[in-house]
């Protein structure tokens, strides 16, 4: 096979038909560099790409030849064929141009020991073309278009039907999802939780942790899987191993792996090309355990500068998650600013805003000790690109031995937990009203006093007592009082 090589005449020739036909000059506007041009014509390269940035209208001839001496001449008889093989051509030009020098700039950078930017650089060269897909004709097949997203984008059930809900259906499929929390908030809990509800739908995830051992995460994992707290599975080990392997001929596969802070997204594409090479699964979904810890590759920054670091990061997760086409959920550090804060809001997230307008779901992890030891999470949507749930806030069941996360549903009475305010009084709207005494007189009787003798209502109370209706009623009083305090 030859390469093609393109001579000074040749790349005359586009820069002539270029001033000729401004059309064609728009559509291959996304693509062109004068830097891709010999030198003896960069000149004048350059000067059409800042002459019509400036006037909006390229130059003519005579302009070019007086600025930079270099001469072109128009072409004669151009029509659509010529200017559709010059598209073709400039395209296959550029291609060929940014790769050479791409692979030149990798060589320099791979003597001074600069690895990390050198896939992006060929990856983004090899990637240039012109923009010829026109996107989504919105009217003319709607069914086809809307079957397209919900088939193709996603729309997975994260387990927990009240975030469903709030999502309109759960998450998609090449979108970045986070969860905000303080330290010890249990973000990796919740993800843990998450990934175990994927399983039960038969679908098969990595989770990639650069703060936890591979065997403690799974070992939190056997006890949400179990239903047994990690003490007692010391204790036996052997039932525990029975458990986990039963579930996991249900279940999809699941790999833990344990990667060095400062890790980046190549050290986690590669790991993952490495997984499916050896074992041969499909991957539908990632947790990064978690995005705070990872470093950037397409760009050299300090840790110190968060801002900076979240945003390249976040982008390169998000962009991992559409190559792949998978789920991908991880979480980031709330402020000390968020401590004690009824409500979050971007401002408390650690890095500030970078992270949150690359995400397409953000959510907040509302807990405490307290909170925990009455088996409670709350969640707030803090940003979603796919429903209106922004500041919505939904309650889970924690169950602080087990560790396992669960959806109570709407209803609270379902759960299991002691009522609330709402329960009861919706009880009370649900009672059945007092039937008539009679089906021919649905009219209450006359009340009569009874006569004879000296009734309970006739005696003197005793000095000091209380009434019992009073009692009862302060008795009620509180224990309402106490319920909404509960809640």
Known sequence: MTIKEYSIDLQKLFLEMIVQDAQSFVRISNIYNPENFDRSVRSAAEFIKTHSNEYKTLPTYEQIKAVTGVELKAVPELNESHNE??????EQFTK?????????????ML????????????????QISLQKDLGTDYFANPAERINKYFNNGGQVSTGWPQLDRLLYGGFSRGELNIFAGGSGSGKSLVMMNIALNWLAQGLSGVYISLELSEELCSLRTDAMLTSTSTKEIRKDIESTSLKVSIAGKKAGTYQVKALPAQ??????RAYLKEYQIQTGRKVDFMMIDYLDLLMPVSAKVS??????????????????AKEL????????????????EPEFDHSHISGGISKINTADNVFGIFTSRHLREKGKYQIQCMKSRSSTGVGQKIDLDYNLETMRITDPGIDADSSGGP???????????RAPATTAPSDTDSSPPAWKRPEGGTHAW???????????AEVQSTKLKAMIAGLRKSE
């Open 85 to 90: 093989w010059f598209l073709q051509e400039f």
């Open 96 to 108: 060929r141009q940014e790769l050479e020098r791409a692979i030149l700039k990798a060589a320099d």
């Open 111 to 126: 003597e001074k020991g600069d690895f990390d930017p050198v896939e992006k650089l060929i990856k983004d060269a090899v």
């Open 263 to 268: 890790s980046n997204i190549n050290d986690v």
């Open 303 to 320: 840790p110190n500068d968060l801002f900076v670091k979240d945003k390249y990061v976040s982008e390169e997760l998000r962009n991992l």
């Open 325 to 340: 086409g998978i789920l991908m959920v991880t979480a980031s550090q709330l402020n000390r600013s968020a401590v004690d």
């Open 419 to 429: 009522p609330n305010v709402s329960s009861i009084m919706n009880q009370i709207k």
């Open 458 to 468: 006739d005696k003197p109370m005793a000095t000091g007592s209380t009434p019992k």
